[in-house]
C-alpha cells in the first residue's frame, strides 16, 4: 500500500521569498506523483505530477518539484511566492496503472506581506 | 471539454436526517468516479469510488453509501447523519484505467454541518 507525509502542517513565509514544501511517500510498486493546490471553500486543482522522465517537473503558476527515488521524496517548490499563492498544497500519490490516489495530510502555505 | 459539477454546495441538516449529494461529469465517458471527504487537518479520505454503472467500492466502513445510477451520475447518500459525518465532500473523476496517469478533477465540494 501506498502512503504520503507531508512533513510541515504550516508554512508562513514572507512574500517574494522562496518556499520548499516537504513530501515524502512510501511504496512497493511504481507510483505517479502529483501536487494539488485548494483555495479556500474550492475543490482542488492540479499544480504538476511526475510520471516518468526528467526529474525536475515544473507546473503552474511558477511551481516546480523534484523526484527523489533513492529519498522517496517528491518537494515542491517556488523561488518567489506571492500572496495569492496563500492556499493549502496537498502532495499525492497513485499506484502506476491503478485508479486510487491516496493523499497527505496537506500543508497550509501562508504568505505574508 | 470536461466539466464537473456538484450540488448542493452548502448543507446544514440535523442529526438523524437524510442525506444526498450528486456530481454529474459532462464531456467524458466511463470515467472512474470517487467521494473524498476533507476533514480540518486530515487531508483527503477516500470514501468511495466507482468504475462503472452499478459498480460501487467503499473504502472506510461508515454511516455513508454512494450509488451510480448513470455513467456520469455518482451520489453520495445516508438514512440518518450523525454530527460525525460534517465535512467538506469532494466529487472527483479520473479516465478509465488502463493509459492514464491518476490525475484527478475535483468538483467545487459541499461543505456539510451537521447540528
Known amino acids: 500500500a501506498q502512503s504520503v507525509t507531508q512533513l510541515d502542517s504550516q508554512v508562513p513565509v514572507f512574500e517574494e521569498a522562496p518556499v520548499e514544501l516537504r513530501c515524502n511517500y512510501s511504496s512497493s510498486v511504481s507510483v505517479y506523483l502529483f501536487w494539488y493546490v485548494q483555495y479556500p471553500n474550492q475543490g482542488l486543482q492540479l499544480l504538476l505530477k511526475?510520471?516518468?522522465?526528467?526529474?525536475l517537473v515544473k507546473g503552474i503558476n511558477g511551481f516546480e518539484a523534484e523526484f527523489n527515488k533513492s529519498q522517496t521524496s517528491f518537494h515542491l517548490r517556488k523561488p518567489s511566492v506571492h500572496i495569492s499563492d496563500t492556499a493549502e498544497y496537498f502532495c499525492?500519490?497513485?499506484?502506476?496503472?491503478?485508479?486510487?490516489?491516496?493523499f497527505g495530510a496537506g500543508t497550509r502555505l501562508f504568505v505574508k506581506a | 471539454s470536461q466539466t464537473i459539477h456538484q450540488w448542493p454546495a452548502t448543507l446544514v441538516q440535523p442529526v438523524g436526517s437524510p442525506l444526498s449529494l450528486e456530481c454529474t461529469v459532462e464531456?467524458?465517458?466511463?470515467?472512474?468516479l470517487y467521494w473524498y471527504r476533507q476533514a480540518a487537518g486530515r487531508g483527503l479520505q477516500l470514501l468511495f469510488y466507482s468504475v462503472g454503472i452499478g459498480q460501487i467500492s467503499s473504502e472506510v466502513p461508515q454511516n455513508l453509501s454512494a450509488s451510480r445510477p448513470q455513467d456520469r451520475q455518482f451520489i453520495l447518500s445516508s438514512k440518518k447523519l450523525l454530527l460525525s459525518d460534517s465535512g467538506f465532500y469532494l466529487c472527483a473523476w479520473s479516465e478509465a484505467a488502463g493509459g492514464v496517469t491518476g490525475e484527478l478533477f475535483f468538483g467545487e465540494g459541499s461543505r456539510l454541518t451537521v447540528l
Open positions: 464531456g467524458t465517458s466511463n470515467p472512474n
Open positions: 499525492a500519490v497513485s499506484k502506476t496503472g491503478g485508479f486510487k490516489t491516496i
Open positions: 511526475y510520471l516518468s522522465g526528467s526529474t
